[in-house]
């Protein structure tokens, strides 16, 4: 029939954020901020670094595994056994939520192939040239031209090289 009210009393949300009315109910910053970027230093996980304030993971927990088949797609050869790597990117943006760094994580697992096979990542839609640099990776074979960025030479896509040789990663055992 339809009398019926809903409401409800003694809510509790926990946290330190209060609205104050007399300043357009924005939230009153009662924690500190010693980096002046506008986030609070309990939720930046760069408190003294004013470029930086957020992490986000991919995959959200843990490693991603990717395998590959380097004889694919000849007959026979399904195994997916030739190159296994964890992986993990940690994307760190700044107060504005704009990408800052890209760090990515990779954990060669497995190598089971003769062949020396190397791990290159593309990411589309962003250009090479709004790429500052990029280190840690393992290049030691000289079979890419790596831009002053440390990018691959000659690409449209920001694109790098994490290693040239899985063996020099993990060396082969026998």
Known sequence: QGTSRAFADDIVIPGSYFADPANGCLPVQKASDKDGDGVNDD????????????????PTEGFNTLMFEDLWPGKGDFDFNDLVVDY??????????????????????????????????????????????VKGNSLKNGIHKIAANGLEEGT???????????????????
């Open 43 to 58: 939720d930046d996980a760069y408190p003294d670094d004013k470029e930086r304030a957020f992490n986000s993971y991919l």
């Open 88 to 133: 993990q990117m940690k994307l760190i943006s700044n107060a504005k939520n704009e990408l800052v760094d890209l760090v990515f994580t990779y954990k060669v697992k497995a190598i089971g192939a003769a062949f020396k096979n190397g791990l290159g990542v593309e990411l589309s839609n962003i250009k090479p040239s709004q790429v500052f640099s």
């Open 156 to 174: 449209k896509s920001l694109t790098f090289i994490a290693f040239d040789n899985a063996f020099d990663v993990l060396p082969y055992a026998g």
